[in-house]
Antibody, heavy 122, light 106 residues
Framework: VQLVESGGGLVQPGGSLRLSCAAS????????MNWVRQAPGKGLEWLSS????????YYADSVKGRFTISRDNSNNALYLHMNSLRADDTAVYYC????????????????WGQGTTVTVSS | SYDLTQAPSVSVSPGQTASITCSGD??????ASWYQQKPGQSPVLVIY???RRPSGIPERFSGSKSGNTATLTISGTQAMDEAAYYC?????????FGGGTKLTVL
């Protein structure tokens, strides 16, 4: 299993960014996927999950209405579209594979990418 | 919102047993998972479904749960086990992480 995030960078407050996660080594469509972030010096914060089919999505209150999770099963890719970015969105963003099959929720996160850094600053 | 509570830090001597706890309301009715994160690295799953150990995780890592408290136990702790440990559970449709426990091996 390999998960490789990309798309991070420096963005101004109020700006937008799209993160990508390229997956390989497993049947991508058979597993729910997640985004988790970690602010500098802080703990882990779950952001969003999506089912294997992409039909079910869930969000943390902190990003609901601003972030959108999506996936392209034909290209084994997971995305996080981020709008209205704020300084407190500055973090390392990880994609993580769900361990519980195609369900969006429940279970552990059994594989993680290396993360991509998002910095929101003027 | 749902919270999982962990002690910020735990210290253990090499070769001794380290216990890291995680408490949450109605945790007895949820599955707890545990992750190890070393500085500059991504988290690694070490325990899932309260007690199960993924392949490749050393046997010295074990999990248990009693009531609303889940415990990660590291037997014969080694210097390489020094890391932050996070518990995690699902509350309906939201995944929640504990605040993390920094394990120091000294």
């Amino acid at each position: 299993v390999q998960l490789v995030e990309s798309g991070g960078g420096l963005v101004q407050p109020g700006g937008s960014l799209r993160l990508s996660c390229a997956a390989s080594g497993f049947t991508f469509s058979a597993y729910g996927m997640n985004w988790v972030r970690q602010a500098p010096g802080k703990g882990l914060e779950w952001l969003s999950s999506i089912s294997g089919s992409g039909d079910d999505t869930y969000y943390a209150d902190s990003v609901k209405g601003r972030f959108t999770i999506s996936r392209d099963n034909s290209n084994n890719a997971l995305y996080l579209h981020m709008n209205s970015l704020r300084a407190d969105d500055t973090a390392v963003y990880y994609c993580a594979k769900g361990a519980l099959g195609p369900a969006a929720r429940g279970g552990a996160f059994d594989f993680w990418g290396q993360g991509t850094t998002v910095t929101v600053s003027s | 919102s749902y919270d999982l509570t962990q002690a910020p830090s735990v210290s253990v001597s090499p070769g001794q047993t380290a216990s890291i706890t995680c408490s949450g309301d109605k945790l007895e009715n949820k599955f707890a998972s545990w992750y190890q994160q070393k500085p500059g690295q991504s988290p690694v799953l070490v325990i899932y479904h309260d007690i199960r150990r993924p392949s490749g995780i050393p046997e010295r890592f074990s999990g248990s749960k009693s009531g609303n408290t889940a415990t990660l136990t590291i037997s014969g702790t080694q210097a390489m086990d020094e890391a932050a440990y996070y518990c995690q559970a699902w509350d309906i449709s939201t995944a929640v992480f504990g605040g993390g426990t920094k394990l120091t091996v000294l």
